[in-house]
């Protein structure tokens, strides 16, 4: 543990009457506690980038307790088949205002990625294994993409959703005569519907009549490529480079010292507790340890927060907060990685868009069953940067929450029925020799993917802001702090805007502790 931090033994006892919920505990024994100035929760990049500001502004007495038996949440980099892939956060999106982009931007890590998502590179074909004709593709794509442009000042004042948008603005585009011929029209529709997945893979929604038009005008695009991708090591890397590890791992954090992994939070307490502890924070762990501190940095998942604030927090979250957790909305995106013994692709190709015919997509027995009806929602394959022997499958929803569920075995096999259906005609296709898929919603840690602004955001009135709201307690002191990418009024779901708001709630902690150093901003 900390040096700095100290075992504090408090009888609870003389709290009794005050604090009701410990009390069963309290009057058998003493617990002891590891006292400490403040407790972070979760050692994802907002938790990192939180325990990182703190120790680099002199402060050391606060510890990080972290569920998991790794840190990064979801940046996951993980070794498949002796190459680097990430199973969670992907690419570096954009260059102006990215504090990734700038904290490696001098570093030569960075490359642009190999998946460029065109109308030029991806090959789409439709499900009687067709490939799009190039001139029909270029003409349908680009209404689509001019609609995507447009987007921004289009959806300002739109009341509904995304897909009300783009179906709204497509059906105008394609009924003007001559622009789309009579022939061609089903293929427009399910160029359509594909893009309706794509863009539900960016938002994180289950389909894009969920996702508020407004709400998405919240979402700041930062200038520049969009899609960098990493020389070597993943994600990972700017986990390193918060940390100060990499590239001279000499000058490293001591950070170490103050994480406790496989720490899985079960309960805070921040308010009416007995006399001896009043204005402290007391967080409990599964394994039955406890931290008292001064100051708690939630950084957990909006989906955590979903499942576990009523039975986490006590006294309760005042309503305002309760308000975001149900309003704010996040969803399941999830990849599926698959190794193959040789390329059977194309050099110039990077990657595979899967179009559904009308009569395809209705009739479940010509797709092998309504158990293999998930499948339809796998969109897309991409190439995968630094391992020329992958491609990476994405799927999105309700049915990437039906995927995690499914063995190995099951998911390879379908996913193989899927691309010999498509593919099977052109290319030779050989069953992988290894897959590595994701499973973001299943895992209790996560419980999603990422966060986005639905319908419900709307009708709940609420916005990142009131999550990221300060709580004080009944003495005026903040206690209770809250970070991670969903608290974003603006970069929310990505890996920029949960490092923001890492600092922001440990610069909260440095200017009440005094302990900020104006001189080394
Ligand atoms: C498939 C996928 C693709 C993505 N692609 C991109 C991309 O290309 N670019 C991009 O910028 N972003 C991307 N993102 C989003 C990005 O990964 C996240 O926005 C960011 O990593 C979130 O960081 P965080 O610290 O807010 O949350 P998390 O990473 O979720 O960190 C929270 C931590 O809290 C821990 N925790 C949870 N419950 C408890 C508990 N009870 N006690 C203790 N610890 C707990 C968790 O284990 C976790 O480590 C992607 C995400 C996914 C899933």
Redesign the pocket.
């Known amino acids: 543990m900390t040096s700095s931090s100290a075992l504090l033994s408090v009888n609870r006892r003389s709290g009794f009457s005050l604090f009701f919920t410990s009390c069963q505990l309290l009057v058998k024994h003493s617990v002891k506690m590891i006292s400490t100035k403040a407790v972070i ?7 990192i980038a939180a325990a990182c500001r703190l120790l680099e502004r002199g402060m050391n007495d606060f510890v990080v ?4 038996d790794r ?5 996951h980099s993980v070794d498949f088949c002796g190459n680097i892939v990430d ?7 954009g260059e102006k205002g990215n504090v ?1 982009f700038e904290l490696l931007k001098d570093l030569n890590i960075l490359q642009t990625s190999v998946t460029s998502i065109t109308e030029d590179n991806v090959m789409f074909v439709d499900s009687s294994g067709k490939p799009v004709a190039p001139e029909k593709l270029a003409k349908i794509y680009g209404i689509l993409s001019e609609i995507e442009q447009n987007s921004t000042s289009g959806l300002k004042n739109f009341w509904g959703s995304v897909g009300d948008y783009f179906t709204r603005e497509f059906q105008r585009q394609i009924t003007q005569p001559g622009l789309i011929s009579a022939e061609d029209l089903p293929l427009a529709y399910s160029l359509l519907e594909w893009y309706s997945k794509f863009e539900k893979s960016i938002d994180g929604s289950d389909n894009w009549f969920q996702t508020s038009g407004k709400g998405l005008t919240e979402y700041w695009e930062c200038e520049g490529n969009q899609l960098w991708a990493w020389k070597h090591g993943g994600y990972r890397n700017i986990l390193d480079v918060l940390m100060k590890k990499y590239p001279n791992p000499d000058q490293e954090l001591p950070l170490k010292e103050r994480l406790q992994l496989s ?4 309960k805070i307490e921040w308010d009416s507790l007995p006399n001896e502890m009043r204005g402290k924070v007391i967080v409990s762990c599964l394994d039955g340890s406890q931290y008292i501190a001064d100051h708690v940095i939630v ?3 909006l989906g ?1 927060l979903k499942a ?1 604030s009523k039975a ?1 927090f006590s006294p309760p979250l005042p309503a305002y907060k309760m308000n975001a957790i149900k309003g704010l909305s996040i969803g399941t ?3 599926v990685y698959m190794k193959f013994s040789h390329q059977w692709w194309p050099e110039d190709c990077s990657g595979f868009g899967f179009l559904w015919n009308a009569e395809d997509k209705a009739g479940s027995e010509t797709s092998g069953g309504d158990e293999q009806n998930w499948l339809k929602e796998v969109f897309m394959f991409n190439t995968v940067d630094n391992h020329p022997l992958c491609l990476c499958g994405w799927i999105v929803g309700p049915e990437a929450r039906k995927m995690e569920l499914m063995s190995d075995t099951e998911v390879c096999d379908s996913l193989m029925s899927l691309l010999k259906r498509f593919l099977g005609k052109h290319f030779k296709v050989p069953y992988p020799e290894k897959i590595l898929r ?1 499973s ?1 919603t299943a895992n209790p ?2 419980r999603g ?2 966060s986005f602004r639905s319908l419900d955001t709307e009708r709940y009135g609420t916005n990142a802001a009131s999550l990221a709201k300060p709580i004080s307690n009944t003495d005026g002191n903040q206690v209770l702090l809250f ?4 608290t974003h009024d603006h970069y929310y ?6 490092i923001e ?2 600092w922001r709630e440990a610069d909260r902690i440095l200017n009440e502790t005094r302990l900020f150093k104006k001189s080394s901003l």
């Open positions: 929760i979760g050692a994802g990049a907002a938790g307790l972290e569920a998991e840190i990064g949440g979801r940046v199973l969670g956060a992907h690419w570096v999106h990734v720490k899985e939070v079960t950084t957990v998942s955590v576990q986490m995106v999830n990849k994701s973001w840690h996560f993917s990422y970070a991670g990418e969903a779901s990505t890996v920029h805007g949960a708001t890492g």
